[in-house]
């Protein structure tokens, strides 16, 4: 079985970084890709980035994010990290991270193709 931990979620004021961490432990991790996905109250679950953990330079990004988040790993330790930059308030939510084993590129934004996920990790931006 594989866990996920999520960590440097925070309070931080609009316009703001936060760099949030995601170590996976547990057996021989080696996903298909790792996504970062966002909760906020009363709103949908969303998309936020992914990384392919074979092949790092294969990232994606939602749309409202790109320019601003970078996702990037560190096999050696398991780690995969979300810097995030400029936020908003509108970005306060739950952050979680979530790993998949199965292929399948278009399949990458949803949510329901990861099979295992994080406890999340808080992240208010005040304005």
């Known amino acids: 079985q594989v866990q996920l931990a999520e960590s440097g979620g925070g309070l931080v004021q609009s316009g703001g970084s936060l760099r949030l961490s995601c170590a996976a432990s547990?057996?021989?991790?080696?996903?298909?890709?790792v996504g970062w996905f966002r909760h906020a109250p009363g709103k949908e679950r969303e998309f936020v980035a992914a990384i392919l953990w074979s092949n790092d330079d294969n990232t994606y990004y939602a749309g409202s994010v790109k320019g601003r988040f970078t996702i990037s790993r560190d096999s050696a330790k398991n780690t995969v990290y979300l810097q995030m930059n400029n936020l908003t308030p509108e970005e306060t939510a739950v952050y979680y991270c979530a790993a998949k084993t199965g292929g399948g590129v278009y399949l990458i934004p949803n949510g329901r193709s990861y099979n295992y996920w994080g406890q999340g990790t808080h992240v208010t931006v005040s304005s």
């Open positions: 547990g057996r021989t991790f080696s996903p298909y890709g």
